[in-house]
């Protein structure tokens, strides 16, 4: 037989996948509960779902047997209503996700830089391996801000020299730094970036993405107007986190109108799919549920934060997001299991056997962390009560 697999890609077949978390069905079977009893803040999903108008509107939709218009028309015109800019910067994808993926192919060949601020978001690393890039980080400060001058450096120096960057899956001598991914707020953590530092990575010679997947539930505007002043820069922005539609996978971009065209080309035309477009649509024809579910939710960040930060061996980042990150003192009494492992990774373990999933992290940067998403108030109350059962 042939070795078909050495036909692959040389760079894949080295690669490493994407770690998702567990999918919830399997967990739910895993821990021999039901779905509903389960507590899920480990993925930032919205836990109220999308209005009711969503759920009427893919009810009623008659046209599911038709292809979805490549022109998005009704769609781009609805989030261009909603954000204010016009929809000829608008292109919409399955998820953001889709949009990152984009992004990279139109503008990375192999060795091309992708420059990453981590930790962050894994999924610009991901596309850097896929598309065979360079991928080049530096490292945000112990309190998540982007270190600018080290960004500065990394981009117009060479890259090799200096104390904090490195430098990965290096193949050119001075590959062409081309995309910065900026998180604002930042996953995991929760921080933003002021308009000076964003200025700053903006006067520098590549495009910045700026995925503003949690910008609603954060006190900062949205830069999407800032697009029409800067051809390099990028917003991204998601209906999984605000609209609380992850299952159905709908995002967007807000592009420079020379880079727009170029993905019009390549993207592929039929995303996102009809029952996606359908329910984004009504999901913004709903604000005040929108509205009424940010603000639960930034509520609850705060009822949370102050519920957490009674254990005295929490210590949380201030976040502007619907999730907060909590570094695990490794004095915290939780009880050791049989693997010692470090007290974060065992608090995660017992609160899944409560059935309270929170989300682990062990990386640089984020070794004893663990990023709990905000709920509804019930299910602050069971991870609440979950820890206090743990720790007493
Ligand atoms: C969740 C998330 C996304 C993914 O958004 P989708 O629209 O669901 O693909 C993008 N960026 C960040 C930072 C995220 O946390």
């Known amino acids: 037989m042939m070795d078909v697999e050495s036909l692959i890609n040389p760079h894949l077949r080295d690669m490493r996948p994407y770690v998702p978390i567990v999918p919830f069905e399997v967990l739910s079977r895993r821990l021999g509960r039901r779905p509903e009893e389960i507590v899920k803040l480990d993925a930032n999903e919205n836990p109220y779902g999308p209005s009711p108008r969503v759920c009427e509107a893919i009810a009623r939709a008659d046209a599911l047997h038709i292809y979805p218009d490549p022109d998005q028309t009704l769609l781009r015109e609805a989030i261009s209503d909603y954000i204010g800019v016009p929809a000829e910067h608008i292109l919409c994808g399955a998820g953001a996700d889709e949009l990152i993926d984009l992004i990279a192919r139109a503008f990375i060949q192999p060795g091309d830089a992708i420059v990453d601020l981590p930790p962050t978001f894994g999924m610009y690393r991901w596309e850097a391996d896929v598309m065979n890039a360079t991928y080049l980080q530096v490292p945000r400060r112990a309190d998540f801000s982007v270190d600018v001058p080290a960004v500065q450096r990394m981009v117009i120096g060479d890259g090799r020299s200096g104390d904090g960057p490195t430098i990965r899956n290096s193949h050119l001598p001075v590959p062409p730094r081309k995309l910065l ?25 590549l495009v910045v993405v700026l995925d503003e997947a949690y910008v609603d539930f954060s006190a900062q505007p949205s830069r999407v107007s800032w697009v029409r002043d800067h051809d390099n ?13 992850a299952g159905l996978r709908v995002g967007y971009g807000v592009f420079p109108l020379p880079v727009i ?28 549920y929108l509205h009424q579910t940010v603000r639960a939710l930034v509520a609850e960040r705060q009822r949370m934060s102050e519920l957490l930060s009674r254990f005295d061996w929490l210590r949380l980042f201030p976040s502007e997001a619907n999730f907060v990150l909590c570094r695990v003192a490794e004095t915290a009494p939780i009880p050791a299991d049989e693997t010692a492992q470090p007290a974060a990774r065992r608090l995660k373990h017992l609160l899944e056997r409560r059935g309270v999933l929170v989300r682990y992290f062990d990386r640089d940067g984020l070794r004893d962390c663990i990023r709990i998403s905000v709920g509804r108030p019930d299910q602050t109350d069971r991870l609440i009560e979950a820890i206090e059962g743990l720790v007493k």
């Open 181 to 205: 991914f900026v998180t604002n707020p930042n996953n995991p953590d929760g921080s933003t970036i002021g308009d000076e530092s964003l200025r700053a990575l903006l006067a520098l010679p």
């Open 233 to 245: 820069l990028i917003v991204l922005r998601t209906f999984s986190k605000l609209a609380g539609m």
């Open 261 to 288: 065209r170029h993905l019009w080309k390549i993207k592929q035309p039929y995303t996102p799919n009809v029952a996606g477009s359908i329910a984004a649509i009504a999901a913004l024809g709903d604000r005040s």
